[in-house]
């Protein structure tokens, strides 16, 4: 029974073959029909009672049928990045009852709920549970750093920025790039629309420069990317 479905009923048929017109039913949950309504999880158990008249002699017959009708539900999602920036791994974090598979960009679902290697940006994660009570799809966010950019005004990577950041809770304060002397170039923040390779103005030249990302939790994280003219 689909937990997340309540309080709309399902129904349990015993699967009776032959005449049921001279049957009595009796179930666990003190109903009298051959099949039963219900939406809660549990055991039913249904007795079913004939009664027939041979030769003036009254025979009575009773057959026994128990069904167990199992939980599940939609899973309740969440996620965790655990490694290197850039390449991480995915680790999902479900809670309900459930059999669950899992599916990451509409790819192909494993049962595995792990996935390695992912490219940073935006990841779609799709949770599906087993007995057909439905899925649950959420966004994953996976920061990353390019490792360069040209900024030619061509349309592709004309500026530096950061991919993956979640907009609705962004997980860095700032980043600041530096020259290969440690002059400070230029900050970013969360509003900011990438570096696009100059200092006041001045287009900087082709080269490597240095970045300090810096976590509202106080933690920082360093590294380099090139400017390609």
């Not at 057909?132 to 349309?155: A, E």
């Not at 991919?163 to 809770?169: K, L, T, V």
Request: hydrophobic share 25%; aromatic share 12%; glycine share 8%.
């Amino acid at each position: 029974y689909c937990l997340n479905t309540y309080p709309s009923t399902i129904t349990i048929d015993p699967g009776l073959i032959g005449t049921i017109s001279d049957a009595t039913f009796n179930w666990s949950n003190s109903e009298t029909t051959p099949s039963i309504e219900v939406n809660e999880a549990g055991t039913y158990t249904l007795t079913v009672t004939r009664t027939k008249t041979i030769n003036n002699q009254e025979y009575t017959c009773n057959g026994t049928r128990t069904i167990t009708v199992l939980p599940s539900e939609i899973a309740q999602v969440t996620y965790q990045l655990t490694g290197n920036i850039g390449n991480p791994t995915l680790n999902v974090i479900t809670e309900g009852t459930g059999n669950y598979s899992y599916s990451l960009n509409n790819g192909p679902y494993q049962q595995n709920p792990v996935f390695e290697n992912l490219s940073p940006g935006e990841h779609i994660l799709t949770v599906k549970d087993a007995n057909g009570c439905g899925s649950t799809t959420i966004t994953v966010y996976v920061l990353g750093f390019p490792n360069f950019f040209t900024p030619n005004s061509d349309g592709y990577h004309d500026t530096w920025q950061i991919a993956g950041q979640n907009p609705d809770s962004p997980q860095l304060q700032r980043i600041e790039i530096y020259d290969r002397f440690s002059k400070l170039l230029y900050v970013l923040n969360k509003n900011s629309n990438g570096w696009n390779g100059t200092y006041n103005g001045t287009p900087m030249p082709s080269s490597d420069y240095w970045f300090k990302a810096i976590f509202k939790n106080g933690r920082t994280y360093r590294g380099h990317f090139t400017l390609k003219r």
